[in-house]
């Protein structure tokens, strides 16, 4: 019988933040179906699995692990085969791929993918970059952007910058402002320029939240031409025009998700480097 709700174990012996990926993935899948995640990160000794294990008893439901301790895995197959409880370690076969293929094993070491190499401070740079560069902020130090994001208010520039910087990217984001010229320094900018778009309905609903968050008076949000459907729908045409007119590719974050549209950002960023890279290479003989 078709179950409509599940308790899900998510066992790590790192952040947990690779399961927490697939999981949400694989249960994006399920229409109807809740699922009650249980996270336990960090998990190294025996003692911090008799604590998962107490919940897993608790609450049974499917285990996910990520464990590379060969005796704490033993014990939780063990546990999970003796309540009929399915268990997967779920990057076992790319790592046996991968072993196969190379003809090495694997080191076999927790978290390695989180020590403090030089991507990790690449990150950590890109995302003070973002906060020092959100909303046109430090306009001087926009041309040492990645990449940068230009749209109206409430778009999801800065989602998406702050996504792309956890990436490793530095992302400016400028908005673009009704009967206000666009930044002068967009003009020099040797980097890719994206515009975002939205739809005019759900562009008004999330302005209109954003007003009652910050708990704007009501006669003041009925008549703001923030969320006035013509003002808008003009206010989305000369942003598009604009992108149009200087050559700018367009996102529409509609129905995106902010990972779907950072997705889009980077490729669309690797489409400009060929191109300049093209752009620049020789045609003719090398004298």
């Known amino acids: 019988m078709p179950r409509s709700r599940i308790d899900l174990h998510l066992i790590s012996d790192a952040t947990g933040e690779t399961l927490n990926s697939l999981a949400r993935a694989c249960l994006s899948q399920f229409d109807g179906v809740a699922a009650v995640q249980h996270r336990w990160p960090l ?12 919940g897993i008893e608790h609450e049974p439901g499917p285990v996910l692990y990520t464990l590379t301790d060969r005796s704490l895995r033993t014990e939780l197959e063990s546990f999970c085969q003796r309540l009929g409880l399915p268990a997967v370690s779920v990057l076992d076969p790319t790592l046996n791929m991968l072993t196969a293929y190379v003809g090495t094993a694997s080191a076999g070491k927790p978290g390695r993918q989180y020590v403090l190499d030089a991507d990790y401070f690449r990150r950590i740079d890109a995302m003070h970059y973002v906060l020092a560069h959100d909303d046109g902020q430090g306009e001087e130090g926009i041309l040492e952007a990645d990449v940068i994001l230009v749209g109206v208010s409430r778009s999801s520039k800065t989602p998406t910058s702050f996504y792309l910087a956890n990436r490793g990217i530095k992302a400016a984001n400028v908005p673009l402002i009704p009967g206000v010229p666009p930044s002068a320094v967009l003009e020099h900018a040797e980097r890719p320029i994206i515009g975002l778009t939205i739809a005019v309905d759900a562009l008004i609903e999330i302005r209109r939240h954003r ?20 003002e808008v729908k003009k206010e989305l ?6 992108c149009a007119a200087r ?18 950002v ?6 400009w480097g060929r191109r300049r890279a093209e752009g620049a290479r020789p045609t003719g003989p090398s004298p």
């Open 43 to 54: 998990i190294r000794s025996r003692f911090q699995l008799d604590r998962v294990l107490d």
């Open 266 to 271: 980077i490729q669309l960023m690797e489409t």
């Open 211 to 230: 007003l009652n968050m910050i708990g704007a008076p009501r006669t003041h949000v009925a008549e703001s031409a923030y969320i006035d459907p013509e």
């Open 237 to 242: 045409v000369v942003a598009k025009r604009l």
């Open 247 to 264: 050559g700018w590719p367009v996102i529409d974050v509609t129905r995106r998700s902010i990972e779907e549209t950072a997705t889009t």
